[in-house]
């Protein structure tokens, strides 16, 4: 429907070995101290390596700044809830500290942190050359979720936190942390823009900002890395030979023996500031922030797409599997807990043409996004009979041991060809309407199916939050055309983002009059599904349409302190 340009960086990280860490983990864990109680957990900064090579591609020249330095919490866990009350109000970061049974809490100061995306100005990095000239000062935010894995053998197997920061600009709440003896990422990944080093040898010194230091209690001890940056070329022998060899990688996919450069990440969602396409959408998601120095060399050569261990809609987690036959008996709807949908305000909004094949039309393209707010998730299963297009819907209750005690049909999924879905919608989930400014419907969206999956950590603060959904990755939830059964899943505290490429992501304004509209989007619109509250399940979002036909103009004021159109 739109054009929009594609971001030329290629993917190509830094490839630290994972043994690294595990080393230079295994100094601190080795450090007289390691074990003694302390009131506060125990932050360290270390590098997993001394040294680094990073790629410089010719058709597109600059370096990710991927250093292999982390975090490591030690005597506890850092964690970190991050909240807003309404759109109207400052975010605030509390940190939560856990002494035994005890559980104290102390305030970050007003104003540290502007969003969910991470601690802003975290690390600080200097770069020079050979001749011990300096070529390069910048600041990097840091992402407490960048979970790179254990410092420790005796550390959790597994850490608690989610595996990402959310970067929705209506996010709510979220919960950062680096579990005890494990160890974070300090790189910002693809929400740091590249820097341009010619080919060469360099040094990097990596510290925490003084503010961190004194907040967290940090040792001052900054970390140097020899760095190597390389000039590749996507053409020729060089390219292909000098971006690494993968060993059996499970992430190169059926990609060949000969490793490929990365293609570029997916466009960032329009207006939604630093937020990249996450979510459904005809583009491959870019991936957020993670332990990009952790990674195969085989990642190299795979698609940039969906990886284990994301939380923002940038991961393939396995869907559940409907069960195994449709339900018999009575249905009932128990008193039990039960999800509690709501829409956040439309946000990526513009103006696009109908192109070449809806000549002459203006169009008001969005993204839009319902969540779960609990305490129940939301589970759908469709059932389809031998030879019918459309599967009957049943929505599922669950008791607080996760015993199914009831079911309810709930309508009809269908199967959407259209490019950009090619999976099952179950119908009548969300409905999109322009409002007029006396809050008339003036146009509908004819999109009233969804795919349901948790594209984004909406509120991870809420009752009953998962912190680690399943089902994240509408290829992974919504079925073949030949599925004879699907269950799609919205979990507490994740929402379902459809991105403004999609068809029926829009209304055609091509007659509409200039002045204020509002952008609704209803959730449950014929409330089918089996909710705790039907009164919260509207957003509006005030947009304001100028220009001409064939050159429309939208104009979107802030939404309270939220000021991504």
Request: aromatic share 8%; hydrophobic share 35%.
């Amino acid at each position: 429907m739109m054009t929009r340009s594609l971001l030329a960086r290629p993917w190509r990280p830094a490839i630290a070995v994972a043994a690294a860490i595990a080393v230079t983990a295994g100094v601190v864990a080795a450090a007289p101290d390691a074990k003694k109680a302390q009131p506060t957990p125990k932050l360290s900064l270390i590098a997993a390596s001394n040294s680094v090579t990073l790629d410089s591609w010719k058709e597109s020249p600059g370096v990710y700044l991927d250093l292999g330095t982390y975090v490591t919490a030690e005597n506890g866990p850092l964690e970190l809830k991050v909240t807003r009350k309404s759109y109207k109000d400052p975010v605030v970061a509390t940190q939560i500290i856990r002494e035994g049974k005890k559980v104290r809490t102390k305030t970050l100061p007003k104003g540290l942190v502007k969003d969910f995306s991470g601690l802003p100005n975290f690390a600080e990095i200097t770069i020079t050359d050979a001749a011990g000239k300096k070529v390069l000062t910048k600041s990097e935010a840091f992402c407490p979720n960048n979970a790179s894995g254990r410092v420790r053998p005796d550390a959790p197997a597994k850490s608690k936190y989610p595996q990402s920061c959310p970067v929705n600009p209506f996010t709510l709440g979220s919960v950062w942390g680096v579990e005890n003896g494990w160890a974070s990422n300090t790189y910002s990944g693809y929400y740091s823009a590249p820097v341009v080093l010619p080919a060469g040898k360099y040094t990097a010194k990596v510290s925490v900002a003084k503010r961190y230091r004194d907040l967290f209690d940090i040792a001052d001890k900054p970390q140097t890395v020899k760095v190597t940056v390389r000039e590749l070329s996507d053409e020729g022998p060089a390219g292909r030979s000098a971006a690494g060899r993968s060993h059996g990688s499970h992430g190169a996919g059926h990609s060949g023996h000969a490793a490929a450069p990365m293609p570029a990440p997916a466009p960032a969602t329009s207006g939604a500031g630093p937020s990249y396409n996450v979510g459904h959408g005809p583009h491959t998601p870019a991936p957020p922030a993670l332990p990009w120095a952790l990674k195969k060399a085989g990642f190299r050569s795979a698609q940039v797409g969906d990886r284990s261990g994301q939380t923002d809609g940038s991961r393939k987690a396995p869907a559940a599997a409907p069960n195994t036959k449709r339900p018999t008996g009575r249905a009932t709807v128990p008193d039990v807990p039960k999800p509690d949908l709501r829409s956040l305000p439309a946000y990526g909004i513009q103006i696009s043409d109908g192109g070449v094949d809806v000549p002459g039309k203006d169009y008001l393209a969005f993204s839009a996004n319902v969540w779960n707010a609990g305490p129940a998730k939301l589970v759908v299963d469709g059932f389809r009979s031998p030879g019918k297009k459309l599967m009957d819907a049943y929505q599922y209750f669950y008791d607080a041991n996760g015993k199914q005690v009831g079911y309810t049909p709930t309508g009809t999924m269908e199967w959407d060809p259209r490019p950009g879905h090619e999976h099952w919608h179950f119908t009548d989930f969300a409905s999109y309407r322009l409002l007029k400014a006396d809050q008339k419907e003036a146009v509908r969206s004819g999109k009233e199916a969804f795919c349901l999956a948790n594209t984004d950590a909406v509120d991870y603060t809420v009752k009953n939050a998962n912190w680690d959904p399943d089902n994240t990755d509408l290829s992974t939830a919504c079925g073949q055309e030949n599925s004879i059964s699907v269950r799609e899943v919205l979990d507490v505290g994740s929402g379902d983002t459809y991105s403004q490429d999609l068809p029926g992501q829009s209304f055609d304004i091509t007659n509409l009059p200039n002045g204020t509209y509002y952008i609704q989007v209803l959730a449950n619109p014929e409330k089918r599904l089996k909710e705790t509250n039907l009164t919260n399940n509207s957003a509006l979002r005030k947009v304001v349409l100028g220009g001409r036909p064939g050159a429309r103009t939208v104009t979107v004021p802030a939404h309270g302190l939220v000021d991504a159109n």
